[in-house]
């Protein structure tokens, strides 16, 4: 099955700072990768995705780049604010082999300091 | 529209005891998922139904750990007997799946157990 490693599992970053948090994949047919931002007792909720057919996606202060070939991808919050402080998942899944399963990574505790 | 809707919010129960998690999933949404989430083991995917089919019920722990979904609209987590080791947040969390592509898996509260 599939397999997602996440890196850094901390992160602390000064407000207004950049925060880069990485993902690798094992499963070449997985090409649906979303990423989840978990707030304290909170529920995991997207805040952006990204499919193979793609290599960058930007959403504001947000944005999410793809390799495919060294199986890989990132998420970048730029401009950091302090209520970015969260745990943000990676996960990844292949739909089209009507797969729809999330494998996710096992987090990254970011943490903005004012 | 009401989002994932999960019952109990929070649930204490002793150890032996049977417990009983329920989901209803967004109204349309075809797709259901059970998870859990411990600082250890981070979030472990239990269980996910297709069109009310169970499709992979592999990350389900042991005999002890059992799901149903009699309808589109209503799932059941039950754990008989409990023990203090299943203390964890459970989430459910529902999405509209298709071949194609997958939509966003939208998840509920959550049900946080404690088993004692």
């Known amino acids: 099955g599939e397999n997602v490693e996440q890196h850094p599992s901390t992160l602390s970053v000064q407000e207004g700072d950049s925060a880069v948090i990485k993902c690798t994949y094992s499963?070449?047919?997985?090409?649906?990768f979303p990423w989840y931002k978990q707030e304290l007792g909170k529920r995991p909720q997207l805040i952006i995705d990204?499919?193979?057919?793609?290599g960058e996606k930007k959403d504001q202060r947000i944005a999410v780049t793809l390799n495919k070939t060294a199986k890989h991808f990132s998420l970048h919050i730029t401009e950091t604010q302090p209520e970015d402080s969260a745990v943000y998942f990676c996960?990844?899944?292949?739909?089209?082999?009507?797969?729809?399963?999330?494998?996710f990574g096992a987090g990254t505790t970011v943490t903005v300091r004012a | 529209d009401a989002g994932v809707i999960q019952s109990p919010r929070h649930e204490v129960t002793e150890m032996g005891q049977e417990v009983t998690l329920r989901c209803k999933p967004i109204?349309?949404?075809?797709?259901l998922f059970w998870y859990r989430q411990t600082m250890m083991r981070g979030l472990e995917l239990l269980i996910y139904?297709?069109?009310?089919?169970?499709?992979?019920d592999s990350g389900m722990p042991e005999d002890r750990f059992s799901a149903k979904m009699p309808n589109a609209s209503f799932s059941t987590l039950k754990i008989q007997p409990s023990e203090p080791r299943d203390s964890a947040v459970y989430f459910c969390?529902?999405?509209?799946?298709?071949?194609?592509?997958?939509?966003?898996?939208?998840f509920g509260p959550g049900t946080r157990l404690t088993v004692l």
């Open positions: 990204i499919r193979s057919n793609v």
């Open positions: 996960a990844a899944s292949s739909p089209e082999l009507n797969d729809y399963k999330l494998s």
């Open positions: 499963d070449s047919a997985s090409n649906y």
């Open positions: 969390a529902s999405s509209l799946s298709r071949t194609s592509s997958t939509d966003t898996q939208y």
């Open positions: 109204s349309g949404h075809n797709s």
């Open positions: 139904f297709n069109n009310n089919v169970p499709i992979d």
